[in-house]
């Protein structure tokens, strides 16, 4: 019984990571392109926004919504198993929207899969979505 027990697990398949991530950070700088409001100001990761994408301004047909007040500076997919640590994850991703200059992630988590999108808010809207709790 212990030699089977020992060789199910040297024969045993590799577990998939908790989570996966593929993501791409594009450089667009508010500031060069002049849009009134945004600064390229490096956020930490502790600061970074989230928002779900179900709020109504979250509309990513094009790259640049300076109408509702943001910019997309990059974008990711990615699987997430019941063992992955959120918490882990959010930080990940908290340091790769800081690396990118974001200062917000748009996320959505649906069954295993994840989408996100790296986004500068104007300054204004930062600022208000900062004093709010998350």
Request: aromatic share 8%; with cysteine; net charge positive.
């Amino acid at each position: 019984m212990i030699l089977l027990a020992i060789a199910s697990a040297c024969l045993g398949e590799e577990k998939p990571p908790p989570f996966k991530i593929d993501c791409t950070c594009q450089h667009v700088d508010a500031v060069e392109l002049r849009l009134p409001g945004f600064s390229d100001k490096k956020v930490p990761p502790e600061k970074i926004a989230l928002w779900p994408y179900s709020r109504p301004e979250m509309n990513f047909d094009g790259m640049h919504s300076t109408a509702e007040g943001f910019v997309v500076l990059g974008k990711g997919f990615g699987h997430i198993t019941s063992q992955a640590n959120r918490p882990e994850l959010g930080a990940k991703l908290r340091k790769l929207a800081s690396n990118c200059r974001a200062n917000c992630i748009a996320y959505e988590i649906s069954g295993s899969e994840f989408r996100v999108r790296f986004l500068r808010l104007r300054d204004d809207i930062f600022q208000k979505n900062m004093k709010r709790p998350q």
